[in-house]
């Protein structure tokens, strides 16, 4: 897709009408919206940056874009780490910052409709009094809407799910600019195709969401977390996988490599083992969550795990959480200056020590340190490879590296990604793991965007 | 699309020569699967009916299908009650009723994979010995295949969720021939658009599963089950909703109304009470299951319930649970002869009591008996109006009072279908319920079966 710059100051001017200071053209601008937070992609600023505050204006600008043949880029927080965001193109990006409202919350029916600028800690901060929270939690403070558009999970997901779950209905503009709705507020439905399920994970290939109807979940009567260090990672892994082998409704079940917990200790300050550890959640009554403790502590002993120490109180168990959830950045001042390709994999649960141990391995022989943490509970962990983005043996070795790692998860039946994404990196990976599906992919991106205006160059080739 | 009988004459003998005596045009086999198990629709018969063994014989029907442009009709038992199965204009039925197999269970991941023949009861028969079951109950007997078809739910969906939620990956045969797989067994994944949700609840539409694999659950260690009667069927659905708000993980939560019941004695044997009840059962670890129980028994004695009456064992479980799953044919004998026009509505749970209570006053008025029961945890019941289809002035009592439920639902923010599926009786509702979403529908359809081959007439008009 080429367009002119007279094409781009034509319809500068055309949103300038219809936006005034809401849409623009600032070098610096567009710069901040052409990059994620710490990957090593090179920047590619839209043309145009465009703030709209409802469901209408996304669709003038949708209209335009079409009309004219111009790339559109949606933009939350810019959390997400595969390049969704870049304008790989130019174009125009859809900041959805002005549409953060939280438009209804239906307590008694343990959901809420919020614009796609909502953050996870916003929308919290505003169910608490409630009594109830939104549960899908990917560490960074994404917004809602980026949240369903890469189909986010995170730490606690193993009991409630990822984004693909939590998600009820959605409204969305699609490229001929009209606005839909893919489903009721029902918590089922078998009417039809399940569109929703179809826009969550579909990275702003498909269309923009300006509603977002997601499913809510009573705060639990007690809480209660531990942290618990291993000699060895897979005995972390193993924990986790009997627990819920038991039926133990784990909330959340991390495991965080020794290199991990000396990067968490510098960046949050805080004096953990720096040993191979599992962060653990139980949530429910008070008598159950000490039942479920006493039994995971009993697994966890059984495979080489130290007593597990307990955090008292919420503020105790807010520290440990934000520590885990600072993994990723504490991760990059690990080297200063560095930038990061981060890996994703997620492989069937029984497979997961082989895994990471055959990683670890790698990760050993590496030039560059890489720490290794993730969501073992569903068979997800991240790798944080620090590299040198001018350095191009740099770049070839941690490509190398990601690339044996990917081809490993997906020798073991599992996926190049779980959470983050396919943006520009992994679309080769994709086509790896899946095959012919993708061409299903592409049939199904012509039928709903034939000019190919949404997001162009993400998710799928060509 | 219109095929002429010469047509059919070659396509059989084709067939005949790759399918042997599994391959049939005898007039009480093509009657047998052009019905569904009691509805009212009319016996539209297949031309064939063939009952291939693999993925590849199925590969090879959709073939000379596609070639001579023949609808295709996919069939498994028979259960579903929307006219999935009619062969509204002729074609080949598949009948996967020899691909029963097993394939693989995963009890370290908590999966398997099984082909699409395989029933419900089937699959927890082999599951049981690993210490594993397969959570989605709709009562019948109904396939695997047939039940990702149509997005099936049932008793403790409000627990384990859906179709949608335990389909883990499948394999299908697309209408161009391919046998595709939409994703590994990793328990989450964020690799491209979520084609098992796509493919789960389209009813034929789309492809053929040959292949499906699904999320399992360890049998819960504790397991109790009670029922609990009430002056008012709201009592028992504020209970309900009560519970879950709670946060309390009710494993089902059943309400049904005091002709159901009378039915279910009759039907079934038993002597309960014929007044509005709850059918409850709570899962988990000894302790856990009591502290719930003792809860629940609080909430619907605020709400005018009775003291519960407790199922001591798996025997007297079991029983319970027939008796309801019975409760639709128990319905069906309240008139013998008769057929039904079956409605399946889901409205969020804050307007399940509202809805309940203004249908009953429909039914109340209505000259047919008609039961009323349902999965209140999902704000989804069903009516079973026992009709003579002879009848015109019932069919257009039936059918007013149908579409005043369902739109009555839409103007609750419901759905017209929880469970059951579109086929070929509500394709309005959907339009009604869905709007210009139903055009990316068709889009999507158009896409992926671009000659309108797989189950035409179903879900999608025109």
């Known amino acids: 897709m080429v367009h002119s710059s007279e094409q781009i100051t034509q319809l500068y001017a055309e949103l300038a009408d219809i936006f005034g200071d809401r849409v623009s053209n600032a070098a610096e601008i567009r710069a901040a919206h052409g990059m994620d937070v710490v990957s090593f992609y090179p920047v590619k600023p839209p043309d145009i940056v465009a703030f709209p505050e409802s469901t209408e204006e996304v669709q ?28 790989l193109s130019g174009g125009v990006c859809v900041d959805f910052s002005r549409m953060n409202a939280i438009l209804e919350i239906h307590r008694d029916d343990l959901d809420c409709t919020v614009q796609p600028g909502v953050t996870r800690t ?48 959605l409204k969305v503009v699609i490229p001929d600019g009209r606005a839909i709705t893919t489903a ?16 969550v994970g579909s990275e702003g290939t498909l269309g923009l969401f300006t ?27 193993t924990t986790v996988i009997r627990t819920l082998q038991a039926g133990i409704p784990l909330a959340r079940g991390e495991a965080l490599c ?44 059984s495979h080489g795990g130290e007593e597990m120490v307990w955090e008292a109180g919420e503020a105790g168990r807010d520290r440990l959480w934000e520590a885990r959830h600072d993994a990723f950045l504490a991760a990059v001042q690990l080297r200063p200056g560095a930038r990061t390709v981060t890996s994703d994999v997620c492989v069937p649960i029984s497979r997961l020590a082989d895994c990471m141990i055959e990683t670890a391995a790698d990760i050993a022989a590496a030039s ?87 997001n162009p160059g993400k998710v799928l080739a060509g």
Chains 1, 2 share one sequence.
Not at 70 to 83: D, K, T
Not at 212 to 230: D, E, G, K
Not at 445 to 454: N, T, V
């Open 60 to 87: 003038r600008i949708v209209d335009l874009c079409r009309e004219n043949r111009i790339p559109i880029i949606p933009f939350g927080a810019g959390s997400s780490v595969e390049g969704q965001v870049l304008a």
């Open 211 to 237: 509603e977002i109807t997601v499913r809510l979940h009573p705060i639990p009567q007690a809480v209660a977390a531990a942290v618990c260090s291993f000699a060895e990672i897979s005995g972390a892994v």
């Open 122 to 169: 916003q929308l919290n901060d505003a169910l608490r009094p409630h009594g109830l929270f939104f549960s899908v939690d990917p560490g960074a403070n994404a917004t809602i809407g980026g949240m369903v558009a890469t189909r986010a999970s995170g730490t606690n997901s193993v009991r409630y799910g990822t984004m693909k779950d939590n998600v009820i209905a």
């Open 368 to 454: 560059m340190p890489i720490p290794m943490f993730g969501h073992v509970g569903d068979g997800n962990f991240h790798l944080v490879v620090l590299v040198d983005p001018e350095s191009t043996t740099e770049m070839a070795e941690a490509k190398t590296l990601t690339t044996r790692l990917v081809n490993r998860a997906i020798s073991m039946d599992g996926t190049c990604t779980g959470e983050h994404g396919i943006g520009i990196g992994t679309i080769g990976s994709l086509e790896k793991e899946l095959g012919d599906a993708v061409d299903v992919m592409k049939s199904i991106k012509r039928a709903i965007d034939p000019l190919g205006i949404m």
């Open 258 to 301: 020794g290199l991990t917990m000396s990067a968490i200790n510098r960046y949050s300050g805080t004096s953990y083992r720096e040993e191979p550890m599992l962060f653990l959640e139980f949530n429910g009554t008070e008598s159950a969550v000490q039942e479920q403790a006493r039994a995971v502590q009993e697994i966890a002993r």
């Open 184 to 199: 009721t507020r029902a918590r089922k439905s078998s009417a039809g195709y399940d569109l929703t399920r179809l826009f």
